[in-house]
């Protein structure tokens, strides 16, 4: 269902796959599988709750009036509610919002819809049959599920070896990851040569994508061959490059030799700590609660290890070697950071600027981004505003699935940089 007023961006309203829950303070004020979800491209999405799963006898309605021709009038529809226990910010007024005889937007009568600044939202991750570990608690709203990033990362083949990558942001952030446009590329590679899989890829960053804007890829044929072939990619958006790199496909060879590092001794994912980065779907289970946003953590070795694992993923090895470069560029900064006392990546944007440089992946195999696969990063140097770090992918049973290394930055704004903006900057 689509809603358009005026200029307004178009406003998508599905029905929500999660159960979803209200909180206020602690007391839970709503609770349904039924929700419905409104998107709109560059805003937060906006949870819908039924009427009936509410907790609406805990609530007074509050009298809301509009200016209709200067003269106050009821606003038809639309009613306000507040709530008087247990107030955590020291008031409820005005925290839901409900609609009954509305025409315009006849699909929300019978629902309400909190606010998320006041209101704690909260999703539970979880699918049909799915064991009781396996289920998460994910922060609404949401950057958006794992099907939005499988979506991004199958790139639009427009001919002529270019194809163009969807835009999405949800506001908060709307600057593209390199590391999707990483996957995204090999992704592009992988349709350029059906017949070989890719073997490595490297790629540079050289300046910010917006995520609210699509991008361009496109790939160049270097060499084409019955055991290799070498692409070219660059990636640009407005006819600004963003992003240039190299990849190397590969036929499959009978093995003469076999060798691999053997996996590091950490505890596994249902003995690590479920870490929320807004996205339904994908399970991170980060290893000792290394991972934090906390300049003021602890400080400890320059390792960090992550359980990471996506949820119905097709059966396209290119999308599961996207998804497994995707989440390359996540974690290495802060590796680099976890010997240093008082730096985090609570800095980053405002007081720093940190950003991935450049990533180079190499694939031992087809390996499975919908099992569980272990990220073991490995900060071998920082210094002079930069970073290296060198990271392997396992999957549960140990196998070595990926190599890759992270150029980063981590330095200082330019003290002629003037007001600095964290949503867009590096």
């Not at 200029?7 to 029905?15: F, L």
């Not at 909180?23 to 929700?35: M, P």
């Not at 090895?317 to 996207?322: D, F, I, K």
């Amino acid at each position: 269902m689509d809603a358009e007023g005026g200029a307004a961006p178009t406003v998508r309203i599905e029905r929500y796959p999660y159960r979803a829950r209200a909180w206020w303070g602690d007391l839970q004020v709503a609770e349904s599988d039924a929700c419905l979800c409104a998107q709109s491209e560059g805003e937060p999405g906006v949870l819908y709750f039924p009427d009936g799963d509410i907790a609406l006898h805990l609530f007074d309605r509050e009298r809301v009036d509009s200016v209709e021709g200067g003269v106050p009038a009821p606003d038809v529809g639309v009613s306000r509610w507040s709530i008087a226990a247990a107030p955590p910010d020291g008031g409820g007024h005005q925290l839901l919002t409900t609609f009954s005889d509305r025409q315009e937007l006849a699909h929300l009568n019978g629902y309400g819809t909190f606010d998320p600044s006041r209101v704690r939202l909260e999703v539970i991750d979880r699918r049909a049959g799915d064991d009781p570990r396996d289920v998460t608690v994910k922060r609404f709203p949401t950057w958006g599920d794992a099907a939005h990033l499988i979506d991004l990362l199958d790139v639009r083949p427009q001919g002529d070896g270019s194809f163009v990558g969807p835009a999405r942001s949800d506001g908060q952030r709307p600057v593209v990851e390199g590391s999707q446009m990483l996957g995204q590329a090999i992704v592009a590679g992988a349709r350029c040569v059906p017949e070989q899989r890719v073997v490595s890829a490297h790629m540079v960053f050289l300046r910010a994508a917006d995520a609210r804007r699509p991008l361009r890829f496109d790939v160049d044929e270097r060499s084409r061959g019955r055991s290799f072939s070498a692409l070219g990619v660059q990636v640009a958006q407005d006819g600004r490059c963003c992003a240039t790199g190299t990849l190397l496909l590969g036929a499959v060879a009978p093995e003469v030799i076999r060798h691999a590092v053997e996996a590091p001794d950490v505890a596994g994912p249902y003995d690590s700590t479920p870490y929320d980065m807004g996205v339904s779907g994908r399970d991170i289970r980060v290893v000792d609660d290394a991972y934090t946003n906390d300049s003021g953590a602890p400080i400890g070795p320059p390792t960090l290890d992550a359980w990471v694992r996506f949820a119905e993923v097709p059966a396209d090895p290119a999308l599961h070697a996207g998804l497994l470069a995707q989440f390359t560029g996540h974690m290495s900064i802060a590796a680099a950071l976890r010997p240093h006392e008082g730096v985090g990546q609570d800095q980053a944007h405002r007081t720093l600027s940190m950003g991935v440089n450049a990533i180079t992946v190499t694939f031992h195999g087809d390996g499975r981004a919908d099992e569980w696969m272990l990220y073991h990063h490995l900060s071998t140097f920082a210094g002079g505003g930069m970073t290296h770090s060198e990271c392997r992918v396992h999957n549960q049973r140990g196998d070595l699935m990926a190599s890759f290394t992270v150029e980063a930055m981590v330095r200082p704004f330019r003290p002629d940089a003037g007001a600095v903006d964290e949503r867009t900057a590096l």
